[in-house]
């Protein structure tokens, strides 16, 4: 019996009838379109989660594909249908080309059955026109995803809708309990529930460029960030559509609630990307900033160093959590991946890109007296973390934009 249209993922759907992509072009879905997207994201999307998320009516987009599928003029292509995407690893830039090229060398170890019988996709996570952790609101069953997803950050995996679904009710299962080593392991990483598995920490640290700060006096911990003096001076990671770095907004208002975003929104002058914040910093530019938050990685890249500082605060590096998820029913099947994931060969890796890892056996090449600031689990899972991010940009933006309350 064929599986219903609705139920393959996007990529099957086209792989089988590519003549079917002018109806996604037609009807929202354009970026589709996109052979390196459709080959990405579209396999880890059904058809039916892509439709609820561009508020399509399924059952006319599929009347509108069935139309195309059995025209006299469609190919009868014969293609068969793949399995389940096992994993889908949606990696910061500074990850995806070492853990893509380790992870082949794990494939080399398999027998050709085991090789041909596991489906993957991993690719960097800033992609131009779609994120895949906006689906996590529309997915309705755990067969809608993948059975392994990794991504950077506070995402909608982390949203009340996720949470409730998939989370609670023990969808997913947490695979590690390495506490990680003398700097790590005061800072309780491992999730007290075992649902989601920690694999690395994105850590969010101070640069200072010393001609731009004058005479002013160099920021050493991150409340210094809402000092008046600072005013205008700022850098942290923002873009266009005026999304600003939840890492740091959520840290700031749990320490110094709405005070705390309203005085940040005077002291930052720019959202950039942390690649334009290293190619400013030491420029000499008068346009550039005096501070920027930026995650450890980029700054280790600063070539400008003779009137650059890079500020461990001493009140800890900001963590930003890279997750896996794994599904409690395929625990078992994918003993074998979820081992190297969790390894330390993966974990090596991610401390070289400075990413600290909490596999014992790794060197995560930190500082003998670096300090972390986690918000820690208890924050996490007792917040709606979708409405707080959502409020907490808003207030920092009014702020930011100098509007008035």
Known sequence: MPIPLL??????????????????????LAMFADPETRATFGAAIKLRTALKAAG????????????????????????????????????????????????????????????????????????????????????ETLADMPDIIITPGFNSFYHPHFVERFIKTGGFTGVSLFAGDRHLSPLGMIDPDSHYTMLAMNLLVLVVDHTRLGNRPVPRQWSDLLKPEYEKSIAIRGNRIGTFCETLLLSLYKEFGDWGLSQLGRTVAW??????????????????????????????????R?????????????????????KTEKQRELSDLIDFLIGPKVAGICAGASFPAQHPEVDNRLPDSA???????????????ETLITDTNAAFLRSFNGETS
């Open 306 to 326: 003779e009137t650059v500082s890079i500020i461990w605060p001493d009140d800890g590096a900001l963590v930003s959590p890279v997750t896996m998820l794994v």
């Open 56 to 139: 399509a009516n399924g059952e006319l987009f599929v009347r509108m594909l069935d139309e195309v599928i059995n025209s006299p003029l469609s190919p009868d292509n014969g293609q068969s249908v793949p399995g389940n995407l096992n994993l889908l690893a949606l990696l910061p830039c500074p990850l995806k080309v070492p853990l893509e090229e380790a992870f082949n060398d794990f494939l080399a170890t398999l027998t050709a059955e085991q090789r041909a019988s596991l489906t993957f996709c991993i690719e960097g996570n800033a992609n131009k026109q779609i994120e895949y952790a906006d689906y996590a609101d529309h997915f």
């Open 371 to 385: 300090t972390f600031k986690w918000i820690g689990w208890d924050y996490v899972k007792n917040n709606d973390l």
């Open 271 to 304: 959202g950039w990307h942390p690649s334009q914040m290293v190619k400013a910093a030491g420029s000499g530019r008068e346009d550039t900033p005096a501070i920027s938050v930026m995650p450890l990685f980029f700054a280790n890249t600063i070539k400008n």
């Open 7 to 28: 139920d393959l993922t996007v990529r099957q759907v086209i792989d089988r009838h590519p003549e079917t992509v002018p109806v996604f072009v037609a009807n929202g």
